[in-house]
């Protein structure tokens, strides 16, 4: 199995930071986690966002392909009903040129109905903008010329000469559901999701003629590594308590039919770490292992990455670099010991 570091890169929105030192020091953890033998960077997505979470992916991997050798460089995930899949695929076509065929292009379908609203993009059509912009994107990879006609994008001869290092390049589908994770499957992207999910992939796969074992399939959490469990949450409440918060303020297109996500518990009502599905996975390698292995060491998962600073803002260097460094000795070589070996995507030597 593959192991990447995710980037959440943002700041606290009521403890603002210069955003070019914000981004200085989360390209600092990619560049660290190269070094330390990780395989991949994801960046993630998010806009308008009051932290400032960053809403520019490929600008991010174009910069971290020019700093970056060996490591591959994912999106996780990006928000392509928001874009113009034309457009995508000619930007993600040059950050594949330019790392020399390292990226993969995992696209969601997005979460935040206020980002649909200030696009003027009706949120119901995030599932039929994500599946036509994620096949505009693969013909415009392989074919010379094509005309393209859906109900969301119209495109008459696309000719694109700028074509991606990969052949064929990979193409992902991340997200929660098993309706999305089947119709993943079945139109042949690799997938990015919670392993629950899984059976639906792989009938979408079988109902389609597909063999898994050709296929991709990555999971990743967010935490905090220190010397005890009560350590970590200590050092990355606030960071993960924001997180929460800001996102929390949102309206989450999933949930509008039952009252929305609940707002969350004042910070310092957080005394003690969380639980549930968005709690942070804390405390020592052992901590981490013992927690990861039901779902990965006998799963076939390709891929599995690492939300540093408990995806959170404001997080020292001085105390995210260590957590990282001790990620790398410990969890890393293990973790490469379980799910199966990616049969794209890799690494490179």
């Keep these: 199995?593959?192991?990447?570091?995710?980037?959440?890169?943002?700041?606290?929105?009521?403890?603002?930071?210069?955003?070019?030192?914000?981004?200085?020091?989360?390209?600092?953890?990619?560049?660290?986690?190269?070094?330390?033998?990780?395989?991949?960077?994801?960046?993630?997505?998010?806009?308008?966002?009051?932290?400032?979470?960053?809403?520019?992916?490929?600008?991010?991997?174009?910069?971290?392909?020019?700093?970056?050798?060996?490591?591959?460089?994912?999106?996780?995930?990006?928000?392509?009903?928001?874009?113009?899949?034309?457009?995508?695929?000619?930007?993600?076509?040059?950050?594949?040129?330019?790392?020399?065929?390292?990226?993969?292009?995992?696209?969601?379908?997005?979460?935040?109905?206020?980002?649909?609203?200030?696009?003027?993009?009706?949120?119901?059509?995030?599932?039929?903008?994500?599946?036509?912009?994620?096949?505009?994107?693969?013909?415009?990879f392989s074919e010379k010329e094509f005309d393209y006609s859906g109900k969301h994008f119209t495109y008459p001869g696309v000719r694109q000469s700028t074509k991606p290092v990969q052949q064929p390049f990979p193409l992902w589908v991340g997200g929660f559901g098993p309706k999305l994770q089947y119709r993943a499957g079945k139109a042949g992207y690799h997938s990015q999701g919670p392993t629950r999910f899984r059976p639906e992939y792989l009938q979408g796969l079988a109902d389609a003629g597909l063999d898994p074992a050709g296929m991709n399939l990555a999971s990743f959490v967010s935490g905090h590594l220190a010397a005890t469990r009560e350590k970590a949450w200590e050092e990355c409440r606030e960071g993960w308590w924001n997180w929460q918060h800001e996102y929390r303020k949102r309206t989450w297109i999933a949930m509008i039919d039952s009252g929305g996500v609940p707002p969350l518990s004042p910070l310092d009502e957080f005394t003690e770490p969380p639980s549930g599905g968005m709690a942070p996975l804390l405390g020592t390698p052992d901590d981490i292992l013992a927690a990861l292995e039901p779902m990965l060491r006998e799963s076939d998962c390709t891929h599995f990455s690492f939300g540093f600073r408990a995806s959170g803002g404001n997080m020292p260097p001085e105390v995210a670099r260590p957590a990282i460094e001790l990620f790398a000795k410990e969890v890393l070589p293990v973790l490469r010991g379980w799910g199966r070996e990616p049969r794209t995507s890799r690494a490179a030597a």
């Excluded at 914000?22 to 990619?30: H, L, M, P, Q, S």
């Excluded at 174009?62 to 928000?79: C, D, I, K, P």
Aim: contains cysteine.
């Design 1 to 140: 199995m593959q192991v990447g570091i995710v980037l959440a890169i943002k700041t606290l929105a009521d403890r603002f930071e210069p955003l070019n030192e914000v981004y200085r020091e989360f390209i600092g953890d990619a560049l660290i986690a190269e070094d330390l033998g990780f395989d991949f960077v994801s960046t993630s997505e998010h806009h308008f966002e009051d932290d400032a979470w960053s809403p520019s992916q490929l600008p991010v991997l174009a910069y971290l392909a020019a700093r970056t050798s060996r490591m591959r460089l994912h999106t996780n995930v990006f928000l392509l009903p928001l874009h113009d899949p034309l457009r995508v695929s000619e930007d993600a076509a040059t950050v594949d040129i330019l790392s020399d065929g390292r990226l993969d292009l995992i696209c969601g379908s997005g979460s935040v109905a206020e980002e649909f609203r200030t696009w003027g993009i009706d949120p119901r059509a995030r599932w039929g903008r994500l599946f036509e912009g994620m096949e505009v994107i693969r013909r415009s």
